[in-house]
């Protein structure tokens, strides 16, 4: 199993990132992938999950309505679309998978916002 991500980087309050974990190593339309995040000190937190044919979804309540998190099982990649950022986003975000009762984690992507 291996998940890759891209997209973050530095933006300024209220701008916008489009995050993607590719995913190979397993039949990806078959599973639930999540988002997750972890700012500096703090345990690392769900954002967004999406089930695997991307009819069900949910959000952290800090999140909705500003993040969506679509897949496409065609290129086997998840993505997490952030919109209205906030400088309390900041933080390295990362996909993740469970296959079998193991945990399956992406190497992060830092997103920081600041002005």
């Known amino acids: 199993v291996q998940l890759v991500e891209s997209g973050g980087g530095l933006v300024q309050p209220g701008g916008s990132l489009r995050l993607s974990c590719a995913a190979s190593?397993?039949?990806?339309?078959?599973?639930?992938m999540s988002w997750y995040r972890q700012a500096p000190g703090k345990e690392r937190e769900s954002v967004a999950v999406i089930r695997s044919s991307g009819f069900i979804r949910n959000y952290a309540d800090s999140v909705k309505g500003r993040f969506t998190i679509s897949r496409d099982n065609a290129k086997n990649t998840v993505y997490l679309q952030m919109n209205n950022l906030k400088p309390e986003d900041t933080a390295v975000y990362y996909c993740?998978?469970?296959?079998?009762?193991?945990?399956?984690w992406g190497q992060g992507t830092q997103v920081t916002v600041s002005s």
């Open positions: 993740s998978t469970t296959l079998n009762f193991i945990n399956y």
């Open positions: 190593g397993f039949t990806f339309s078959s599973y639930t």
